[in-house]
T-cell receptor
């Protein structure tokens, strides 16, 4: 069974640009959530999608947005990039119920 | 709001020995889940062990076991017979029945041969 797949793995952008990251969950998983990982702030929750609806949202500015498609694949978008957006962005999927999340390898974003 | 605290930024252990990583959490909920995740240098977060709050018995997965003290809101991870492949960042995490994971700051574990 394929795991959570995130693309791209690495990307470099400049300030002011926008970026879109993609996540394909484990087959059968309908919940997808996103986390930002930085050395200073650790792991912070961005948002969670379930059946194409945003179910939870973390404390991030409106420049961070996401969506989920009918096949459960998810994308997150960051507009007007800032230097502080440089981070590892992790996607996780799960079944609809409680329990653990399964993580992808992450997308490493560098903003210059 | 729920918080998770890992008070040990770094720990080290000799190969084949035992090490315990500490974690405390704060919540007003009675039904929740606790996890230990491992993040090796390759970056992928891997689940090590999970504990349901309603279960009194401590979870065990091969060389990994937890000491879950619900009243004290403590959730430590014991790694027995440590191996070189255990070297990684370990995160303690909390989750209500649904919703986001709240992570601790992580503990870097070094295993010496």
């Amino acid at each position: 069974k394929a795991g959570v797949t995130q693309t791209p793995r690495y990307l470099i952008k400049t300030r002011g640009q926008q970026v879109t990251l993609s996540c394909s969950p484990i087959s059968g998983h309908r919940s997808v959530s996103w986390y930002q990982q930085t050395p200073g702030q650790g792991l912070q929750f961005l948002f969670e999608y379930f059946s194409e609806t945003q179910r939870n949202k973390g404390n991030f500015p409106g420049r961070f947005s996401g969506r989920q498609f009918s096949n459960s694949r998810s994308e997150m978008n960051v507009s007007t990039l800032e230097l502080g957006d440089s981070a590892l962005y992790l996607c996780a999927s799960s079944f609809s119920g409680p329990g653990e999340l399964f993580f992808g390898e992450g997308s490493r974003l560098t903003v210059l | 709001a729920q918080t998770v605290t890992q008070s040990q930024p770094e720990m080290s252990v000799q190969e084949a020995e035992t090490v315990t990583l500490s974690c405390t959490y704060d919540t007003s909920e009675s039904d929740y889940y606790l996890f230990w995740y491992k993040q090796p240098p390759s970056r992928q977060m891997i689940l090590v062990i999970r504990q349901e709050a309603y279960k009194q018995q401590n979870a065990t997965e091969n060389r990994f076991s937890v000491n879950f003290q619900k009243a004290a809101k403590s959730f430590s991870l014991k790694i027995s017979d440590s191996q070189l492949g255990d070297a990684a960042m370990y995160f303690c995490a909390y989750r209500r029945s649904y919703g986001k994971l709240t992570f601790g700051q992580g503990t870097i574990l070094t295993v010496h041969p």
